[in-house]
Nanobody
Framework: QVQLVESGGGQVQPGGSLRLSCVAS????????MGWYRQAPGKQREMVAT???????NYADSVKGRFTISRDNAKNTEYLQMNSLKPEDTAVYYC???????????????WGQGTQVTVSS
């Protein structure tokens, strides 16, 4: 069994910062791409940022220059540093990773349970 557990969400005023973390645990053989996605009420889930195992990153246009994704392969952990937060960043943020289990033959698309981020004055 593999689990992704997010932390670091909360409420912040516009212009503030938050740092999300996501730890993968269980019988993990390897992790390829990791990413953060978000879903606001009444909207579809959207990609926020992704990062490859070697550190190549990709961002949604709406967060470029404000958010930074990173990972620590030794700790099976990824992070999302969010600066200059706006009310429109309010959403549930989900951690995602392509995880290969010990004894498994391929990488599975795996999701965390989500963490709420609310940007409001």
């Amino acid at each position: 069994q593999v689990q992704l557990v997010e932390s670091g969400g909360g409420q912040v005023q516009p212009g503030g910062s938050l740092r999300l973390s996501c730890v993968a645990s269980g019988s993990i053989f390897s992790i390829n791409d990791m990413g953060w996605y978000r879903q606001a009420p009444g909207k579809q889930r959207e990609m926020v940022a992704t990062i490859t195992r070697t550190g190549s990153t990709n961002y949604a246009d709406s967060v470029k220059g404000r958010f930074t994704i990173s990972r620590d392969n030794a700790k099976n952990t990824e992070y999302l540093q969010m600066n200059s937060l706006k009310p429109e960043d309010t959403a549930v943020y989900y951690c995602n990773a392509m995880v290969r289990r010990v004894g498994g033959g391929f990488h599975l698309n795996t999701w965390g349970q989500g963490t709420q981020v609310t940007v409001s004055s």
